[in-house]
């Protein structure tokens, strides 16, 4: 990738130095300006921040065995729902609704 003619900036950062010489080798080698493979290198690790990694997992939930809905509960009736928990809060004994038993 090469950029287009444009404005430039002239800019001081620290390389080190063997970052620096295996920069100019390969700049060299490529018959290119230091400051153009700088930029291009740049330009390559900048696109890759913006893009999700090939390698990475996606995120899977695993669902728990919770066995089935109890006999007479329809999970689309709000109303049968609401029965089955008032029974659960119920004192065996009184039939009062024990506040403990919520959890």
Same mark, same amino acid.
């Given at each position: 990738m090469h950029l287009v003619d =444009?404005?430039?900036m002239r800019i001081t950062i620290d390389?080190?130095?063997?970052?620096l010489a295996r920069a100019k080798e390969t700049a060299a080698a490529q018959r290119r300006k230091l400051s153009d493979l700088v930029n291009d290198a740049l330009l390559e690790v900048l696109d890759r921040v913006g893009q999700p990694? !090939?390698? !990475?997992?996606?995120?899977?939930i695993q669902p728990l065995p919770l066995g089935s809905?109890?006999? =007479?509960i329809d999970l689309g009736d709000n109303s049968s729902l609401q029965? !089955?928990?008032?029974e659960d809060t119920r004192d065996p004994h009184t039939g009062e609704h024990d506040l403990s038993k919520l959890r």
């Open positions: =444009g404005l430039t390389i080190h130095d063997e970052v990694s !090939a390698q !990475a997992e996606p995120f899977r809905v109890r006999p =007479g029965d !089955a928990l008032d």
